[in-house]
């Protein structure tokens, strides 16, 4: 289905495949790229110019302008495939125009057997 022009990446229809559109290039200063998941929390840097960045990436930094997204809300948002939504931002976080941050997750809180044993007997009654 290519259109014969040696491997460019593009189809008939001038689809442009999804490996073609990211970079991944960005090396963190220690040499080790940042761990991203689908469940981090994405923020962008406003100080940051986006001059010299791809057009994915410069769509993933003005769908972070409003607030914050996860990695799997860009992904949905922009109608990429999670991977290649996760390499851009990945980029974007070693380049410094993305903060990441861990899903917040609060700490389990002890309860009272008395309570929990209460909350069994009452599904068992369902």
């Known amino acids: 289905m ?3 022009a ?3 990446g593009h189809t008939r229809r ?3 495949r999804s490996h073609t559109v ?3 290039e960005a090396v ?5 790229r940042p761990r991203i998941d ?3 929390l994405l923020s962008v840097d406003p100080t940051a110019p986006v001059t010299g960045l791809g057009v994915q990436a410069r769509r993933v930094v003005a769908l972070l302008v409003p607030g914050v997204l ?4 860009v992904s949905a948002h922009l109608e990429l495939p999670g991977a290649v ?5 990945v980029d974007l976080v070693v380049s410094g125009h993305v903060r990441a941050a861990d899903p917040f997750t609060p700490l389990a809180q002890p309860h009272d057997r008395d309570f929990l044993e209460r909350v069994l007997h009452g599904l068992q009654r369902l």
């Open 2 to 4: 290519t259109s014969g």
């Open 38 to 40: 689908v469940a981090t």
């Open 14 to 16: 001038g689809v442009v």
């Open 70 to 73: 996860s990695v799997a809300d």
């Open 6 to 8: 040696g491997g460019s």
């Open 85 to 89: 939504a996760r390499a851009v931002v």
């Open 22 to 24: 990211i970079r991944a």
């Open 28 to 32: 963190a200063p220690e040499g080790e």
